[in-house]
């Protein structure tokens, strides 16, 4: 029998394999608000332009295609960890943040799993919230952790449970690893508010937890990349030694790029030396070095002043399409004359809304009215287009009613 014969056909990814059944649908109507993936006003893939511009230049740099070190294009992830700890962050200008480049977003959650594992003194599992993005499990669980939850999703208010959360953070072991979102949380689009993280920034210190900070959405949330990075900040001020995690899959639409980093808040620069010496020892035999193109066009990006600035407010114009979006849905479902409350439509931040609708009803959104989107009920907002928000908003209208 063959060597294979005992490997079991796996289920499809919950939210690549939305695109999958998407694609296999003809019908003219049909629409994808699967994936976490923007689209302009016309529902096509937008790269950007100061992309484009930055991506010129590298290209008429002519550079060579040597390896990069095994942590990255340094110009890339210095730039980038001014971006999220801001300029005039203690522990960049001490020097004691180890960082590399990493794979996007996965690849620098899967190197933080991995040195977690190997290297966190006090457990070996980690508490994500409940729900969270459907991958971190798998993530952290090849990586060696158990993955346990915290409370983060009310149901009833299709809000944050913060009650919940304090209550299950005091419940935890102390110094437990947290894994938090710093923006734009992924399914449910229900971020704390100031005071809020303010509060959860107190519990966590008050138990010695350690902040895993994934960051994918900086800037695409709010538009703003200084409101975004508000609760990493506030946690490095208030002296958590955290890890974050860098996506600019989104934020530069590098998506297929992969272009992310991995860093460490560390007590001092002895300490920065004695980390940044296991991130290579762990990263050399995983990939051994990160793909060098788009960290070349991150690194333009961050670094030229004038394509700086370009891009920032293309990100505030992608965020600004999606929060205009928002209320166009929701305008429409009171216009249909839906009697359901959908303020959770508007008040949700970043790609995506968190519908409060079943699995059943969403099965029926995708066989009635062609519209794909996760079993949890969350839809891609950036998905949701002036051509395609009424077909939208009626079937919703009709699937709820
Ligand atoms: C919270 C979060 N963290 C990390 C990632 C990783 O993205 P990367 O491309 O590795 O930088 C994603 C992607 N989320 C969208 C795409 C996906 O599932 O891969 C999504 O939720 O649809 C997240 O939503």
Redesign the pocket.
């Known amino acids: 029998i063959s060597v294979w014969s005992n490997v079991p056909a796996g289920p499809p990814d919950p939210?690549?394999g939305i695109t999958e059944a998407f694609k296999k649908d003809s019908s003219p109507q049909k629409i994808n608000l699967g994936?976490?993936?923007y689209r302009d006003a016309d529902g096509k893939p937008y790269v950007l332009p100061s992309v484009l511009a930055a991506e010129d230049k590298v290209i008429s740099e002519r550079n060579d295609k040597e390896y990069l070190p095994i942590t990255g294009l340094g110009t890339f992830t210095q730039a980038a960890a001014v971006l999220a700890y801001g300029t005039d962050s203690k522990p960049l200008s001490e020097g004691r943040v180890a960082i590399t480049q990493s794979l996007?977003?996965?690849?620098a959650?899967r190197i933080a799993g991995a040195f977690l594992a190997r290297h966190y003194p006090h457990a070996k599992e980690i508490y994500v919230p409940s729900p969270t993005?459907g991958?971190h499990i798998p993530i952290f669980r090849d990586s060696g952790l158990e993955v346990k939850t915290y409370s983060y999703y009310d149901k009833k208010t299709v809000g944050l449970d913060f009650e919940g959360l304090k209550k299950d953070l005091k419940a935890m072991p102390d110094k437990s690893i947290v894994l938090l979102?710093a923006c734009a949380h992924?399914p449910t689009g229900i971020d704390p508010t100031e005071a809020q993280w303010r509060e959860i920034s107190d519990v966590i210190k008050s138990k010695g937890h350690f902040p895993l900070i994934?960051n994918?959405y900086l800037g695409f949330a709010s538009g703003s990349v200084d409101k975004d990075a508000f609760a990493l900040r506030h946690f490095v001020e208030e002296g958590h030694q955290l890890i974050l995690c860098q996506?600019f899959?989104k934020n530069m639409g590098l998506?297929g790029e992969r272009v992310?980093t991995f860093s460490v808040v560390c007590a001092d620069k002895e300490e920065k030396a004695r980390v940044d010496s296991q991130i290579k020892i762990l990263v050399r035999p995983m990939y051994s070095n990160p793909p060098v193109h788009g960290a070349r066009v991150a690194s333009t990006l961050l670094t030229d002043k004038k394509l700086n600035a370009q891009w920032l407010a293309e990100v505030k114009g992608m965020a600004d399409r999606i929060i205009d979006m928002r209320s166009t849905l929701f305008d429409l479902l009171h216009e249909l004359g839906s009697k359901k409350k959908w303020d959770h439509i508007k008040n949700q931040i970043g790609m995506f809304a968190y519908l409060g609708i079943s699995p059943e009803q969403v099965d029926q959104l995708a066989r009635e009215h062609h519209i794909y989107l996760t079993r949890d009920g969350r839809i891609?907002v950036a998905g949701v287009t002036k051509h395609n928000v009424r077909h939208l908003a009626e079937s919703l209208h009709k699937v709820t009613a």
Do not use: R
């Open positions: 939210i690549l994936v976490g993936a996007s977003g996965t690849g959650l993005w991958n979102h992924n994934d994918a996506s899959a998506y992310g891609s």
